[in-house]
């Protein structure tokens, strides 16, 4: 029966689409979610879903054992990146092998790394000329964007396109298969 966390720093679509998926799912289901801004609009979100949130500072992630306990009392199997803008910390990676998975807005390795994130991305995608972009979801290791590919959907970038309207079509993406690529992964060892 696996547990979910989702972490997020910000609006928290992707979140919310998860938590929808998973509502009433025989095994899988979504116990916290976490933020490292208090502002982020995930954790309203969160509140309407019924879902428990916590937020966290940069010294409680990294330098104190807080964020693994609360996922041990949680009985937490499995991290869920949605938008989540911090490097992960080792303790974390540590105690959870293979077990975190990130969604990142292009197709990586192109348009990864740091400082690589919301509309950065589909600005330079726009601004190489590239004919397609997409999603890609993947294991999340010590570096940014880097761990191993999981899954990727490709859309085509027209000439007409702003960051803005790719932004979209990339969500469009991410909501339909996030959620399922997770519920695969998450299933396939029960
Ligand atoms: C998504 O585009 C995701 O790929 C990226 O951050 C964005 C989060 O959007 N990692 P939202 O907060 O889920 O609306």
Redesign the pocket.
Known sequence: MPRLAIF?S??????QRIAEYFEGHPSVSIRLILSNNPAAF?LKRAAALGIPSEVFSRNTFYDTGRIPALLRENGIDFIIL??FLWLIPPGILAAFPGRII????ALLPKYGGKGM??MRVHEAVIAAGEPESG?TIHHVDECYDEGKIIFQARCPVSPADTPETL?EK??QL?YRYFAEVVEKIVTSDE
């Open positions: 997020a910000g609006n928290g679509s992707n979140a995930v949605a938008g990130n969604i990142h807005p994130y919301g999603i932004a990339i969500h991410e």
